[in-house]
């Protein structure tokens, strides 16, 4: 409830802008028999397969680990993106994901 979440972070958690932040913690601790961080790489593997993306020869970075400050939501980029040379050979990609 909105008491328990202030009594907890303080008024600014009452904020918009603040009240997804403050409450992913203990969202994440309600969902973690369901999404098990132990699944996280095989979840990320399947999905992607589904959606016919493949990684061919690629570096995938992946920095799944819940730190403070770090924001809750899913991100990737592609500083390296997949491109076929002049000569006719692959370059493959370099992926982060946090």
Same mark, same amino acid.
């Given at each position: 409830?909105?008491?328990?979440?202030?009594?907890?972070?303080?008024?600014?958690?009452?904020?918009?802008?603040?009240?997804?932040?403050?409450?992913?913690?203990?969202?994440?601790?309600?969902?973690?028999? !369901?999404?098990?961080?132990?699944?996280a790489p095989e979840r990320y593997v399947r999905? !992607?397969?589904?959606m016919n993306i493949k990684y061919e020869g690629?570096?995938? +970075?992946?920095?799944?680990l819940e730190r403070k400050n770090k924001y809750? +939501?899913?991100?990737?980029?592609?500083?390296?993106?997949?491109?076929?040379?002049?000569?006719?050979?692959?370059?493959?990609?370099?992926?982060?994901?946090?």
């Open positions: 409830s909105r008491k328990e979440l202030e009594a907890r972070h303080g008024s600014d958690a009452l904020e918009p802008w603040n009240t997804s932040f403050k409450l992913a913690g203990s969202v994440m601790e309600k969902m973690d028999p !369901y999404f098990p961080f132990s699944k999905s !992607y397969a589904k690629s570096t995938m +970075n992946l920095d799944l809750s +939501n899913g991100f990737c980029h592609w500083p390296q993106v997949a491109w076929i040379k002049p000569d006719g050979t692959w370059q493959p990609s370099t992926a982060n994901f946090t």
